[in-house]
């Protein structure tokens, strides 16, 4: 089993930033992909950005240019730096992991954390 801790949402103004961290514990050894999703108000989650333990990186389009993931397999930790928030990133922000290089249905979640951008 892997735990997942999420920390360093809050309220930013627009044009702001946040980082969140996500912390693993447990059997971390097994997990080569880690990732952040979103889940705004009413609608469906949405997967952010992944990393892979060789530190390959994706991005979806809404937020490539702006949110940036890394990952400290020391700490084994994972970041996801955010930068020029917008409204529309309102929403419950997720860590996961997964013991594939795929993370559209993974393993393991964090309990979330709230991010709420102001206009």
């Known amino acids: 089993q892997v735990q997942l801790v999420e920390s360093g949402g809050g309220l930013v103004q627009a044009g702001g930033s946040l980082r969140l961290s996500c912390a693993a514990s447990?059997?971390?050894?097994?997990?080569?992909?880690m990732g952040w999703f979103r889940q705004p108000p009413g609608k469906q989650r949405e997967l952010l950005a992944t990393i892979l333990r060789s530190g390959m990186t994706n991005y979806a389009d809404s937020v490539k240019g702006r949110f940036t993931i890394t990952r400290d397999n020391a700490k084994n930790t994972v970041y996801l730096q955010m930068n020029s928030l917008k409204p529309e990133d309102t929403a419950v922000y997720y860590c996961?992991?997964?013991?594939?290089?795929?993370?559209?249905?993974?393993?393991?979640w964090g309990q979330g954390t709230q991010v709420t951008v102001s206009s």
């Open positions: 447990g059997s971390i050894l097994s997990i080569n992909a």
């Open positions: 996961a992991a997964d013991k594939h290089v795929y993370i559209d249905y993974p393993d393991y």
